[in-house]
């Protein structure tokens, strides 16, 4: 059976998503859009199911599954709908807004049993990103001490406001350190460069382990995502992600792509791929709405420290057994 996918918000990820379910995601098919501009929603179904609104996609016989790629604000009630009609969810992230909204999902998760939410945070499928998960697993470079993080944009989008460089580019950032260390972060100090940015953001986790971040979202010169992990028997990093050295009046180098999605290219549909799989045959994967709602809490601390005096000890609710 072909799981029929419905996508709600068709801009530049639920575009991607779309295109990867139609042409790359044996097993599954893209079955229904909703997008409130009706020339973006139409340029993205050809000939997939137009709905008018996100709830009557939701309760569709025709949807098995929902992928959410709207704006962040629209995330939580959209997944709560999911939640009530027992429809599995990939949202993009952030899960919610704020993290009295995550958490609200998770409750609400909690509450009907079981997961049916997937946050999208993809890096956990990058082929890089897996492979220093995989060294530091093996104990190849020894204990981890120290994660280096560097997250740039060319330029933040134009629906950037407040601290959406924290809660919508840092979480990511968040997300892929407790994942590769396997350590939840109990400190943070924060600090801004001249104007507002580039943003360094130092986090301590439960092991003593050290997390820098570097988020500059108006970098100018490309799309660039690094991480080093500094452990005491050596160093594992990303490699250039660029596919060719380009050399050209007297210089010669590597490429930088205009933004994430050739970046990261793979990771999505990698994440879809398994996402598909865990809904046909059962089981969890990827980012859950637990990881969703501390990723969002974390942040919410960060931007509250960053316009106060920088520091913060970072507090969360108790886990529940769902998430074990
Ligand atoms: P976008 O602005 O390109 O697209 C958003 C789309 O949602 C638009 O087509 C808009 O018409 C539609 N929309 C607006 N209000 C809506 C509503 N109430 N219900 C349904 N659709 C609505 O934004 P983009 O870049 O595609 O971001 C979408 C989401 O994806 C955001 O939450 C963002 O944080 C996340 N994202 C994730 C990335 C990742 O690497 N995982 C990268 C970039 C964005």
Same mark, same amino acid.
């Given at each position: ?40 929603? /139409? ?18 016989? /025709? ?54 939410? /997937? ?151 990698? /994440? ?53």
């Amino acid at each position: 059976m072909s799981i029929g996918v419905g996508v709600i918000g068709t801009g530049v990820m639920g575009a991607e998503h779309a295109r990867i379910l139609r042409h790359e995601t044996p097993g599954a098919h893209l079955a229904g859009i909703f997008d409130p501009d009706p020339t973006r929603a /139409q340029a993205v179904a050809v000939g997939a199911a137009v709905f008018s609104d996100a709830r009557s996609l939701i309760a569709s016989d /025709q949807i098995d599954a929902v992928l959410i790629a709207s704006p962040d604000v629209t995330h939580a009630a959209l997944t709560l709908a999911c939640i009530e009609a027992g429809k599995p969810v990939l949202c993009e992230k952030p899960l919610a807004s704020s993290a009295a909204g995550a958490l609200d999902v998770v409750r609400a998760e909690v509450a009907l049993g079981r997961r049916l939410i /997937q946050v999208g945070y993809m890096r956990r499928f990058d082929p890089g990103y897996r492979e220093i998960k995989r060294v530091k697993d093996a104990g190849e470079i020894g204990g981890p001490v120290l994660l280096h993080n560097v997250h740039r944009n060319v330029r933040a989008p134009e629906w950037f406001d407040g601290s959406m460089a924290i809660t919508n580019s840092f979480v990511h950032e968040i997300d892929i350190s407790r994942w590769l260390l396997g350590s939840e972060m109990v400190s943070v100090h924060v600090e801004a460069g001249p104007g507002g940015e580039p943003l360094m953001i130092t986090m301590k986790t439960d092991k003593n382990e050290i997390v820098s971040t570097e988020v500059f979202v108006n970098a100018s010169y490309g799309y660039h995502v690094h991480a080093e992990l500094v452990g005491r028997q050596g160093t594992i990093s990303l490699a250039p992600a660029s596919l060719t050295l380009l050399n050209r009046d007297r210089a010669g180098g590597l490429s930088y792509p205009d933004n994430w999605v050739p970046r990261f290219e793979e990771a999505y549909r990698r /994440q879809m791929a398994d996402w598909v799989s865990a809904v046909k045959f059962g089981g969890a994967v990827g980012a859950s709405a637990w990881d969703g709602y501390v990723a969002s809490a974390i942040a919410e601390q960060v931007a509250q420290a960053l316009a106060g005096n920088g520091v913060a000890t970072l507090r969360y609710e108790p886990r529940p057994s769902l998430y074990d």
